[in-house]
């Protein structure tokens, strides 16, 4: 899964916005209580996670920060490179180069 982290100062604020499971290129910002926001595109995610982020007290003139982190869950899977081969009646596998 990929996920970008919201930091303000160098506090994460407990804000992350991840890509929507259904639509591509489409995101939710998920807060720290649980709430899940609609979809929309990336950079109007962004910009709602800082200004939730904003009224809990967090920042002011502090520097906005994303954190881009890659997990395992969603990493596509790795592709054989191996091929089958009809020959004859027999199937055999061949390994691609």
Not at 47 to 65: F, I, S
């Amino acid at each position: 899964m990929s996920e970008q982290r919201l930091y303000i100062g160098s506090r994460f604020t407990g804000f992350a916005v991840r890509p929507d499971t259904q639509w591509p290129s489409m995101w939710r910002v998920h807060g720290p209580d649980g709430r899940v926001s609609d979809i929309v595109n990336l950079t109007r995610a962004k910009d709602a996670a800082v200004t939730w982020a904003r009224p809990r007290g967090l920042g002011g003139d502090e520097t906005v920060r994303w954190h881009h982190r890659e997990t395992a869950l969603v990493a596509p899977p790795a592709a054989s490179n191996e091929i089958r081969v009809a020959s004859g009646k027999r199937h055999r596998r061949v390994r691609q180069m």
